[in-house]
């Protein structure tokens, strides 16, 4: 016998606002920029997921970026160099999130419906507390209301360990992991999951594999547009998707591929 869905938790980015991921780009590539060492967008997105300070991190020992700092700088890029960048990325992400704060296509739907019908929705985001200021009044206005937040710095360590999705589910009464799923559009939020012993649904069109707005990628040639997504698909896949998806907009379908009973969520 299946068990009755117990929660589903949410990432933010790519996932439920933003189509495309581009806030955190933005904010990283002109924080980057303003130390002298420019940063292409595909490497600004190579460890999206992250905490905004572990992605900084993570930045700075790549091999390119860090011959180019040490270039630009006279000596390898320290933890006090990140921890600069990180300090002044705060304003620059809140900027970006300001612009790019509009709800993926059938978000809100989603989530109401969830709660509706007695499934409380979590989330959680690489993003800090104070850089999810706007955000969430933001998002409320246009009907999305998670349950339960955690942010980066909310817990001893984020992604990919489980500390952020496991406070999810405490709060959130939300036992056992196997009959919970997260939703998340980057390979570290699907490890994380896999860590926390959940289901995992991944988001391949609306997230940070393609990284384009909807307009952007509406634009281009349907071949073009479905390699961009397949590829997406397989890297969410290869970090042990259970399922992937687009869009949030077709979690009801994926739901009914797994072993738990879920509401029935179409419109």
Known sequence: ???PLKAVVFDWAGT???????APVVALCRAFAAEGVPVEEAEARADMGLAKRDHIRALLAQPRIAAAWADRHGAAPCEAAGDRIFAAIEPMMREAAR???????????????LQAAGVPVGSCTGYTRAMMADILPRAAEQGYRPDMLVCAGDTPMGRPSPLML???LVE????????CVK???AEVGIAEGRAAGVWTIGVA????????????????????????IAAARAA????????????VADLPAALRQLPIDAPALDG
């Open 1 to 3: 016998m299946t068990q």
């Open 16 to 22: 439920m606002i933003d189509f495309g991921s581009r």
């Open 99 to 113: 612009a790019c704060t509009a709800l993926i296509p059938g978000a809100a739907a989603i989530a109401g419906r």
């Open 166 to 168: 496991w406070k999810n």
């Open 172 to 179: 959130l009464g939300a036992w056992p992991a196997d009959a």
């Open 183 to 185: 939703v998340d559009d």
């Open 205 to 228: 069109a609306s997230g940070n594999g393609v990284g384009l707005s909807q307009s952007a990628l509406a634009a281009l040639s349907a071949e073009d547009r479905a390699a961009r």
């Open 236 to 247: 969410l896949r290869a970090a042990g998707a259970h399922v992937v998806i687009d869009s």
